[in-house]
Structure formats: structure tokens, C-alpha cells
């Protein structure tokens, strides 16, 4: 599904001031693709040039540099893609101004028709095309293509930043968890493991309040259950209570535990120094996650697990 909604940028060849905007774009993503931007768009007529930008190759035989035509299109708005006609004489348009190659930078895709012409220049002309898709999927993977699609996408990036939440920049070191078996890094992962509690066993559940000795994080499976062995081999004393790690990075459920570990401080419940070190650990390097709005898939699951507490005006943890 499309995330960039290049409606975004201002259509062409209208006097609001705004006309250039798409050429911006180009010139930018171009240079962030590493390209030298020879000369930059310019109002008026342009003779079918938008754009000239060259590309350093070095190879066994030193340095050469490409020159290349770029041709913009923005036809997001009519959402047709860009033909023949849009872009005609190609070639002679990338001889006549000392170019070795032509980029088609379009907010569309190209036809067929015009696929199929510049499929047939290829031995005399390199050509290259970045379409809406390519250009989406250039721009997402980076932060630095992150940074230029916030300046000329700003609705679509905010969308896109709620459903796609990244750890928020609190820390100088990037937040980790790694498990305590294998030592992968678990916020990394698509499944985040589970975080295990390990408490004593209690025989009278009036009198005797929780006493938590370990606190771990694991992979999910194997490395989870190797952890469990290696405890119930040193002791028959303890006994665990799990939860996912993707569950308390969750802000309504990050927030909720952090409620109920200081009720636990009034209540009596106990943590050895060596687990209450832990959990402090594990939610400094799960804050980051927790701080941005929830997913609609989130709220989805935090709404169908009753969970929002009633401290924050739901229905959940009452007494
Ligand atoms: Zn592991």
C-alpha cells in the first residue's frame, strides 16, 4: 500500500508560487541518491530539460563522470501514467545537452508505451526510472530519505510515523535488550521474547506477599525454556510468571506496569536488589519505544484486552 500521497507536493504549471516544488524534490532526493546536481530547475521554458545532474563512477580505469537528463513528471494529481507524448525525443534531448544518460523522475509510473522506448535505447542510452513506488521505497529506509520525505510529505509521514513507531531519541545509546541466553538483540527482532519474573513459591497467599528474586528477558521458545532449566536445576524455590516483551511495549501497558510496580513498593511486595535492578533496566530500554501514540492495530488489541486502566479513563484494573 502507497505511503507517500505525492497529492503532497504542489501540481505543476500552475501560478501559485508553488510551481517548482516537484523539481525541488527531485533535486533533493537526487542528491541524497548521491548525485551531483549540475544545474538546478529553473522557470520557464525548459527545452525538455528539468534537471542535469552527474554521477562519479570510478572504476579499474579511474574516474568517469555521467552526466544524466533528468525529466520530471508530476502527473499525481490526474494520476495518469507518464506516456510517450510527455516525454518525447529522449534521446535527442540527452545529446543536445552533453548527457550521457536520462532519468525519468515521475510521481506516477511510466506506460508502458514509454517503457517500452526506453527499453529500446538502452544499447545507445543508459536510462534509469524512479517512480512512485521506487522513490517511496528509497525514501522509507533511511533517516536521512526519512528527513526529505517529512519536508515534502509532512500528512502522510505523520500517518505513517503513528503506524510505523520508531524507538523516540532519548538516550545517547540506542536502547537494547538482549537476551540472556543467546544474546541477540530482542528490539530488533519481529518477536520481542518474553520478559520472565521469577518469584518464590508462597504457601499462604494471605500472609506470605510476592517476592520476586529474577528478572530476564529471553527469545521467545528455546532460549526461554533453556533459561528455566539452568533456574530449576540451582533451585525448586521459584516459580515464573512471563509477559511479552511487544505486550509492555505497548504505552498503555508500559504505563500500567509502572502503576502497578509502585503499588507493589506501599503494598510489601519484595524484589531482590539484583531483580529490582533488572526491571529499572528493562523499562529505561523499552521507554523509548513507549513514547509515541498507540497503532490502530494497538488500539485495537489494548480496546479487546478491556485494558485501558481507569486511571486513564477505561474500564480495566479496577481493585
Ligand atoms: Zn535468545
Not at 169 to 192: A, G, M, R, T, Y
Amino acid at each position: 500500500m502507497a505511503i507517500l500521497d505525492f497529492k503532497e507536493i504542489a501540481e505543476a504549471h500552475k501560478a501559485t508560487g508553488l510551481q517548482d516544488t516537484f523539481e525541488l524534490f527531485t533535486r533533493d532526493f537526487l542528491s541524497f541518491m548521491g548525485y551531483k546536481v549540475i544545474t538546478d530547475p529553473d522557470r520557464g521554458a525548459d527545452g525538455g530539460v528539468d534537471l542535469i545532474v552527474e554521477e562519479r563512477r570510478t572504476g579499474v580505469g579511474g574516474e568517469t563522470n555521467i552526466k544524466w537528463l533528468v525529466s520530471c513528471k508530476h502527473k499525481a494529481f490526474s494520476g495518469k501514467s507518464v506516456s510517450p507524448i510527455d516525454d518525447a525525443n529522449i534521446r535527442d534531448r540527452v545529446e543536445s545537452n552533453g548527457c550521457q544518460g536520462f532519468i525519468g523522475f515521475y510521481s506516477t509510473l511510466a506506460s508502458t508505451g514509454l517503457s517500452t522506448n526506453l527499453e529500446g535505447m538502452k544499447d545507445k542510452l543508459e536510462y534509469q526510472v524512479f517512480d512512485k513506488e521506487k522513490i517511496e521505497g528509497q525514501l522509507l529506509h533511511s533517516a536521512k530519505g526519512l528527513e526529505i520525505a517529512e519536508r515534502y510529505f509532512p500528512v502522510s509521514l505523520s500517518e505513517w510515523r503513528t503506524e510505523n513507531p520508531q524507538p523516540a531519541k532519548i538516550f545517547v545509546e540506542k536502547p537494547s535488550l538482549k537476551c540472556k541466553v543467546c544474546e541477540k538483540e530482542l528490539l530488533e527482532q519481529d518477536d520481542n521474547g518474553v520478559i520472565t519474573l521469577w518469584q518464590r513459591k508462597r504457601k499462604d497467599y494471605e500472609k506470605e506477599k510476592e517476592h520476586f528474586e529474577y528478572v530476564f528477558w529471553t527469545c521467545r521458545g528455546r532460549c526461554d525454556s533453556v533459561l528455566a532449566q539452568a533456574i530449576r536445576a540451582k533451585t525448586n524455590q521459584l516459580i515464573d510468571g512471563w509477559e511479552d516483551i511487544s505486550d509492555v511495549m505497548m504505552p498503555t501497558i508500559f504505563i500500567k506496569w509502572v502503576m502497578s510496580i509502585m503499588n507493589e513498593q506501599r503494598s510489601g511486595v519484595v524484589y531482590s536488589d539484583e531483580a529490582y535492578e533488572s526491571l529499572k533496566e528493562f523499562m529505561l530500554q523499552v521507554f523509548p519505544y513507549v513514547s509515541r501514540h498507540l497503532t490502530a492495530k494497538e488500539t485495537e488489541h489494548v480496546k479487546s484486552l478491556g485494558m485501558i486502566p481507569s486511571y486513564l479513563g477505561g474500564l480495566g484494573y479496577e481493585g
